[in-house]
């Protein structure tokens, strides 16, 4: 029950992200609502979601790293973080940046042991499971709360999983997802919510590379200066030769054409993207050419 009101919540925004495209404001505004219902099977207790009974009753006995009943291919750990689409409201619901931080920290470097847990439940870092689709955004969440340096030393870790070799993905690769999740590391950004068109930027592994738009024949360039596996830090970075002090971008930004440069170093720039003004949008955004 957990899992599944918190992926229909997601699945209602989606739906009211393209009504309100369509014009069709009501509809959006009814998809919206609906889209709030993971606030309903977040314990404020315990900071998980959990499943209820049908008295409404939070339904014991109850561990956060057992995946039973109410979890599906996830344990508490790992379905808490699944509300892609308004990661401000999950943030409020923690009581705030520093609190919202501290769990995701406990997350990365809990025990990694999920018990009754399925073969798909792979690829741990702390309760991360990478090799499982469910966990592949979490580690881009701290820059929503300002601190960005930790999604930079955390991807690094989570990336290190990967090998090249025959077994080198961490898991099973659902129609290429886990793959995908790499190029986009490697890259430097990921969809969180990919119906935003918005890309939260991580810590790029290239030193440079290049994406080509045949349709319009443009091409974007990334490039990361003084990049290795020891700095992984962003010290900070041009969108086009314009300073970039936010932690994200457009996908219109890639299809127009141009760069983004990175200067990497080994020690984190907390100061780099922690303003509220500079941190990824939850919802729509409504000048994408920003």
């Not at 379905?79 to 401000?88: G, T």
């Amino acid at each position: 029950s957990a899992s599944c009101t918190l992926d229909l919540a997601y699945d209602y925004w989606c739906a009211g992200a393209m009504a309100e495209i369509m014009g069709k404001h009501d509809d959006a505004a009814m998809f919206y609502k609906f889209g709030q219902n993971y606030k309903n099977v977040f314990d404020p207790k315990s900071g998980f979601m959990r499943g209820k009974t049908e008295d409404g009753k939070w339904r014991e006995p109850f561990r956060p790293d057992q995946e039973v009943n109410d979890y599906v291919e996830t344990d508490a750990w790992q379905a808490s973080w699944s509300v892609p689409h308004d990661v401000q409201g999950l943030i409020d619901l923690h009581g705030g940046d520093a609190p919202f931080i501290a769990k995701l920290d406990a997350f990365f470097t809990a025990p990694s042991l999920v018990v009754d847990a399925r073969p798909d439940i792979t690829g741990m870092v702390g309760q991360d499971a990478q090799g499982n689709e469910p966990s592949n955004h979490i580690p881009y969440l701290y820059p929503f709360a300002g601190a960005a340096w930790k999604t930079q030393y955390w991807i690094r870790k989570v990336a290190g999983l990967y090998k090249n070799t025959p077994a080198g993905v961490p898991g099973n690769d659902d129609c290429g997802q886990l793959s995908s999740w790499f190029v986009f590391a490697a890259l430097g950004f990921y969809p969180v919510n990919a119906a935003t068109g918005v890309y939260v930027i991580g810590s790029p592994l290239v030193n440079r590379c290049s994406i080509h738009n045949p349709g319009k024949n443009t091409t974007f360039t990334i490039i990361a200066e003084n990049n290795s596996a020891e700095n992984v830090f962003i010290q900070n970075a041009q969108l086009n030769g314009k300073e970039l002090t936010r932690s994200w971008f457009t996908h219109n930004d890639i299809v127009a054409g141009g760069e983004l440069r990175f200067r990497m170093g080994n020690t984190p720039n907390k100061e780099w993207a922690a303003a509220p003004i500079d941190r990824p949008p939850s919802g729509l955004v409504k000048d994408r050419a920003r």
